[in-house]
């Protein structure tokens, strides 16, 4: 069984945020592996799906993104789910717009959803698919960026990077982390 988690904040002010990335691909994969309508349970918004046989659960934590980790412990622990089948997927400051990288552990940069799930399993164990949005205009401050809709040249590099996120994931479930890192860590937008 895999749990996939998408970051982000659950108000309608949010959607189509850079912070909402996450929630944007569990929303596609839900689409594409036509999955139920969601439930609500474990501070979530989540719905048990399978792909090619194998379950998955697709996640949306209701928490707003600093208290992530509440809802990602909850599923993990709820399900029986070991951390190596978890994927957390979020916007990355550090890459720019339309780069996707998938990990396998590490540090949270700086990314509050990222480090709410870390203090919340006691370990940065677990794999992740990072999307780029890249970094805020001089000026501006980063919360106000991250919150702001997707706009100008940026908007068709991160829909790239968002369909490409959707196939990194369903690669991550049938191959393994390790397949899906090859085929998707070399790929740049075009």
Do not use: C
């Not at 550090?94 to 870390?118: E, N, T, V, W, Y």
């Amino acid at each position: 069984m895999h749990l996939i988690v998408g970051l982000g904040n659950p108000l309608k002010m949010y959607k189509g945020s850079r912070h909402n990335l996450g929630f944007v691909v569990v929303d596609k994969l839900a689409g594409v592996l036509q999955s139920e309508n969601p439930s609500q349970k474990h501070h979530s918004l989540f719905t048990v799906t399978s792909y090619q046989g194998k379950k998955v659960i697709l996640a949306q934590p209701l928490t707003y993104m600093n208290r992530s980790g509440l809802a990602v412990s909850e599923l993990l622990s709820y399900y029986k789910i070991n951390p190596e089948q978890l994927l957390v997927i979020y916007d990355d400051l550090d890459l720019p717009p339309g780069s996707i990288r998938l990990k396998g552990r590490g540090g949270s940069a700086g990314h509050r959803g990222l480090q709410s799930i870390i203090n919340s399993l006691g370990s940065s164990e677990f794999p992740r698919l990072r999307i780029g949005i890249g970094k805020p205009p001089p000026f501006m401050e980063t919360p106000n960026y991250v919150l702001q809709p997707i706009s100008g040249p940026d908007k068709e590099l991160i829909e790239s990077a968002l369909e490409r996120s959707v196939d990194a994931a369903l690669a991550f479930v049938r191959d393994g982390l390790e397949m899906a890192m090859n085929l998707y860590n070399h790929q740049d937008s075009s």
